[in-house]
């Protein structure tokens, strides 16, 4: 897998599906397999490049309807 170039999300499926067989093999579910679990997850969310006070307002609703404090924000170069 280390060799093949380009591709992560088809990576990232035999990556999951691989867990998944030894799960199954193992008779134990695959959280077990990666030590543990937990209640609670940080999520993000992705603005989008916009103007900046546009960003800005969305990154407010984004706390204030969900609570997400963090942020990734889509940069590059303009078309």
């Not at 937990?38 to 546009?54: E, I, N, Q």
């Not at 969900?66 to 924000?73: D, L, W």
Request: no cysteine; glycine share 10%.
């Amino acid at each position: 897998m280390h060799r093949t170039i380009g591709n992560p999300t088809a990576k990232a499926a035999i990556d999951m599906a691989l867990w998944d067989i030894l799960g199954k093999a193992w008779g134990q579910p695959v959280h077990r397999l990666l030590g543990g679990w937990t209640d609670r997850m940080r999520v993000s969310h992705m603005l989008g490049f916009d103007d900046p006070a546009k960003m800005v307002d969305e990154a407010a609703r984004m706390i204030d309807t969900y609570g997400i404090r963090t942020f990734r924000v889509k940069v590059g170069r303009r078309p």
